[in-house]
């Protein structure tokens, strides 16, 4: 659990970085809809929820750095006996100050009345762009307003700056308060992976393996899965983002699960494959054994110093061998990486941050898409992923081949010290996996 001064330090680290006379602006996520007047869960903004922890929809944080009358408001919906009978308990603007520790709060209701004020005479407007577009154009109107009384003296802001590049900074190194969310988080994940291995048989459907693996995170008090979980077997393993997971499991298959939950705000995010019989047969596991070579050689690379794409690099030279030595590919391995040739079993990056976001907020490459890789340091927590996917309509390989798919995910923090697989509760060695679906 993150204490209110864990909050309060982010902010202020934001705040240094923003220097006087700025103003930041953070807009809760919207509610979306699914159906008619039905709503999706609603998920709290990631940036917002990370510097303020507050998880109401229809509510905006400022920060305005040296502000007398205060650094930190909060708008946010008022208390409203009738729709809290309906909809539950709100904050209202005196729980935003007692238990979120925003200086002042206003209803959300007062923006259009408040937000011009605190943004006149500003030197600076930080505000995340391209992320919540209706905000963006009543932003646009408010800056509109204050233009129109420039001949009374007031300036709009001379800059508008992207705030998220500073937040996925702060945010791609992991505090170890945040370290132990990720770890609870992963040994949830870990034990659900090893239940659906044990349960699983020829037979079942594959949502069947789902529901194992989400009602586990939901009796951890997981709030969902982190992403649309997969569960694919036989040849819908080489589906990458499949998530059907409606058909039936059959004898032989492999089964590819790609699975995590999210627990109090931070994602897991694990892949593993396994015989649906609890065997796996020579074709299968000799693939699989290239697929954790590649992730072990990846893993190791996984230190202070080493650049972003090393362990992608080790990944693919691990793969394109195996798969030569096999016979899928023909040719020197130098040659085939240069050609891309693994590309046909191996078409994604063996990688990326995890968070708040499964996909976590943080820049790979630190001077635009033609600088390097930038390196990994202390804090950061990266999956590695590599995989390799036969599609069963592979006409250059033997028929024995077609239909496999395999990929081994795993959570890896990096340390000082080294790699920290923070997703180890899963096996992923052949063996050790045959030997937890036998008992
Ligand atoms: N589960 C999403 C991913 O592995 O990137
Ligand atoms: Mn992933
Ligand atoms: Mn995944």
Known sequence: MLKKSDYRKRRQ????????????????ATEQL?????????????????????PEPQALAVLA????????????????RTQEIWDGSRQGIAGAIANFAADDA????????????????????????????DFAQRLTGWLGQIRAQVRRGAAPPGEIVNLEP???????????????????????????????????????????????????????????????????????????????????IADGDLVLIDAGCEYQGYAADITRTFPANGRFSGEQR???????????????ICRPGRRYDEPHLASVWVITQGLRDLGLLAGDIDGLIEQGAYKDFFMHSTGHWLGLDVHDAGDYKLDGADSPWRDLEPGMVTTIEPGIYVQPDNQQVAAR???????IEDDVLITAKGPQVLTSGVPKDPAEIEALMRA
């Not at 070579?293 to 190791?300: F, G, V």
């Not at 081949?401 to 990929?407: L, N």
């Open 65 to 80: 750095p040296g502000r007398q009358a205060g650094e930190y408001l909060l708008f946010c919906r008022e208390r409203d």
């Open 166 to 248: 500073l937040l996925a900074e702060m945010r791609l190194f992991k505090t170890a308060a945040e370290i132990a969310l990720l770890r609870r988080a992963a040994k949830i994940s870990a034990e659900a992976h090893c239940r659906a291995m044990r349960r699983c048989r020829p037979g079942l459907y594959e949502y069947q393996l789902q529901a194992d693996i989400e009602h586990h995170f939901a009796d951890c008090g997981a709030a969902a899965p982190a992403y649309n979980s997969i569960v694919g077997a036989g040849p819908r393993a080489c589906v990458l983002h499949y998530i059907d997971n409606d058909a039936r």
């Open 106 to 133: 206003f209803p959300i209701d007062s923006l259009d009345d408040i937000l011009p004020g605190l943004i006149e005479g500003r030197e600076r407007l930080y505000f995340s762009m391209g992320k919540h577009a």
């Open 286 to 300: 000799a693939l699989y054994q290239i697929v954790l070579a590649a992730q072990q050689a990846a893993i190791e």
């Open 401 to 407: 081949w077609r239909g496999i798919g395999i990929r």
């Open 34 to 54: 699914r159906s008619r007047d039905t709503y999706y869960r609603f998920r709290q903004d990631s940036d917002l929820s990370y510097l303020t922890g507050f």
């Open 13 to 28: 680290q934001l705040m240094a970085q923003l220097g006087p006379n700025s103003l930041a602006i953070l807009p809760a």
